[in-house]
């Protein structure tokens, strides 16, 4: 069994879980770090994220399964064997192209990815203007990365919640579970229509579970349902894809503020050093550095004798 495989197996088992597990939103490998090292049973990689720290530019269609791809296989490793669920937007195309995204993620040490419903170029879930595919493409979708060989978690999103209303999306989560998905995710949505979806999957004979986005992008996060009640109407991850870059980009200001005003960052709270140097494994690496080194003269000599 992969590494990759293994992590999915652990994302499944999350899944069927008998409880529900916060997803922290990592970034790059400290972050990853971090979020292991704090315990997290499982994160997660946004589109909005990657499209923030890797292109400078908003959730609008910009980022690439490529960039999201590329950017997990650079904090995989620091991850230990955690699991991550990636953003995969619409799977940049049809059917197809979600396939290979699948099998990209797949390659980069993704567990599990997250594909939606909405029209390419697509946008943050929580913007205007919105548009999603009829219910039948966004099922292709969802089938093909199901059958793409890969092992990954399926998440299938939707959208539709504030262009086609409660019956749409209902109508595809039941499309979603059909095709395979191992969760589904309706964005947007609260307490009444999670318990709606949860409803019309059991009554299809579906025990598919929700995942749950708790995310600043759709405003206050310290309000709405709680894990018993969220717990209650199936869903068995949320996900907090942005609380961590929020966080890191407000301390990164208050310290070059502090900087060009003061002259250091000594009054603004940081990790020390050997903290970073610790989260990024240089003791280890010292130690096989020495291990690895040529024999001192004076041991070659002896070994001579």
């Given amino acids: 069994m992969t590494s990759a495989t293994a992590s999915a197996q652990r994302l499944r088992e999350l899944l069927d879980g008998p409880a529900v597990v916060r997803l922290p939103g990592v970034f ?76 990209s993620y797949a390659a980069a040490g993704i567990a599990g990815l997250h594909l939606e419903d909405q ?69 947007g949505a609260g307490l009444a229509e999670l318990e709606e979806v949860a409803a019309a999957l059991a009554a299809r004979g579906h025990r598919t579970p929700q995942v749950y986005n708790r995310s600043e992008a759709g405003g206050a996060i310290d309000s709405g349902p709680g894990d018993e009640e969220l717990y209650q109407v199936g869903v068995r991850l949320v996900i907090h894809p942005v609380s961590a870059l929020l966080a890191a980009a407000y301390a990164v200001r208050r310290a070059m503020n502090e900087i060009l005003t003061s002259g250091h960052a000594g009054s603004v709270d940081r990790l020390a050093w050997p903290e970073l140097t610790d989260l990024v494994g240089l003791p280890g690496l010292l130690d096989d550095e020495q291990r690895y080194a040529a024999p001192s003269a004076a041991r070659l000599e002896e070994r001579s004798r």
């Fill in 119 to 187: 029209e390419s170029p697509k946008r943050c879930g929580h913007l205007a203007g919105k548009s999603v595919v009829d219910a039948a493409e966004a099922a292709g979708r969802v089938r093909a990365a199901v059958e793409a060989g890969t092992g990954l978690v399926v998440v299938a999103r939707t959208d539709a919640l504030s262009v086609r209303g409660l019956s749409s999306v209902v109508e595809r989560c039941l499309a979603f579970a059909d095709a395979g998905a191992d969760a589904v995710f309706v964005e």
């Fill in 28 to 103: 790059d490998a400290p972050s990853a770090a971090l979020a292991a090292q704090a315990g997290a049973s499982a994160v997660c990689l946004s589109g909005a994220t990657v499209s923030a720290v890797d292109l400078g530019v908003p959730d609008l269609g910009f980022v690439h399964g490529t960039d999201i791809a590329r950017r997990a296989a650079s904090l995989v490793p620091s991850l230990d064997g955690v699991p991550l669920l990636a953003d995969a937007d619409t799977g940049y195309g049809h059917a197809l192209q979600a396939r290979q995204t699948a099998r």
